[in-house]
């Protein structure tokens, strides 16, 4: 399996924008998580699925960010619009269940820069 | 509140030497605690993941350790390489009402540099 894809790898937009961010999560894994980590909070999380089902969104900053999971290949992260205090580098990550000890698979993120 | 500090910030040392990075938790109740290695421009990686049941674990030159009483737990890097460079970030999963609504709380790491 190729793991977890993410694109674009880098994103530098205006702010105002709309941006939207993709992932794939590794195939049969149930569950997929959305992160942002910045060098002063380190990662956090904003979002999880399961079984392409919204679980909580309690981590997502504002209106203004929305996540989507239309099947279970596939999540986008949309912000709109976006504001400089977006900057930073967003991950997806996927586990193949919801165990305490479940590893947790990452992709390699998106670099986000709203000018 | 669950916090997970982890020290030192930052560490330089020659490549062949050993080090151990420190990792402090009061996430309680208590469920697992995982070190991830993140590589410049890459997603974190696990290393280990360790229940309460556990003192050491090892991944090849990393040994992991565990103090529940303690709460704490260290990496040691044995006979480091260039490609050791990373971040090293300590994740602790709490049970039930510990950690984000995933259960996991991070440390925002330590940044290590393997010099020639």
């Known amino acids: 399996d190729a793991g977890v894809i993410q694109s674009p790898r880098h994103e530098v937009t205006e702010m105002g924008q709309e941006v939207t961010l993709r992932c794939k999560p590794i195939?049969?894994?149930?569950?997929l998580f959305w992160y942002r980590q910045t060098m002063m909070r380190g990662l956090e999380l904003l979002i999880y699925?399961?079984?392409?089902?919204?679980?909580?969104d309690s981590g997502m900053p504002e209106d203004r960010f929305s996540a989507k999971m239309p099947n279970a290949s596939f999540s986008t992260l949309k912000i709109q619009p976006s504001e400089p205090r977006d900057s930073a580098v967003y991950f997806c990550?996927?586990?193949?269940?919801?165990?305490?000890?479940?590893?947790?698979?990452f992709g390699s993120g998106t670099q986000l820069s709203v000018l | 509140k669950n916090q997970v500090e982890q020290s030192p910030q930052s560490l330089i040392i020659l490549e062949g030497k050993n080090c151990t990075l420190q990792?402090?938790?009061?996430?309680?109740?208590?469920?697992?605690l995982r070190w991830y290695k993140q590589d410049t421009g890459r997603g974190p990686v696990s290393l280990t993941i360790?229940?309460?049941?556990?003192n050491t674990k090892s991944n090849g030159r990393y040994t992991a350790t565990l103090d529940a009483d303690t709460k704490q737990s260290s990496l040691h890097i044995t006979a480091s390489q260039l490609s050791d460079s990373a971040s090293y970030i300590c994740v602790v999963r709490g049970d039930g009402s510990g950690g984000g609504a995933d259960g996991l709380t991070f440390g925002k790491g330590t940044h290590l540099i393997i010099q020639p």
């Open positions: 360790m229940t309460f049941s556990e």
């Open positions: 990792c402090n938790y009061t996430v309680s109740p208590f469920s697992n």
């Open positions: 195939s049969g894994h149930d569950y």
């Open positions: 699925f399961n079984n392409n089902v919204p679980i909580d």
């Open positions: 990550a996927s586990s193949l269940g919801g165990d305490a000890n479940e590893k947790l698979f």
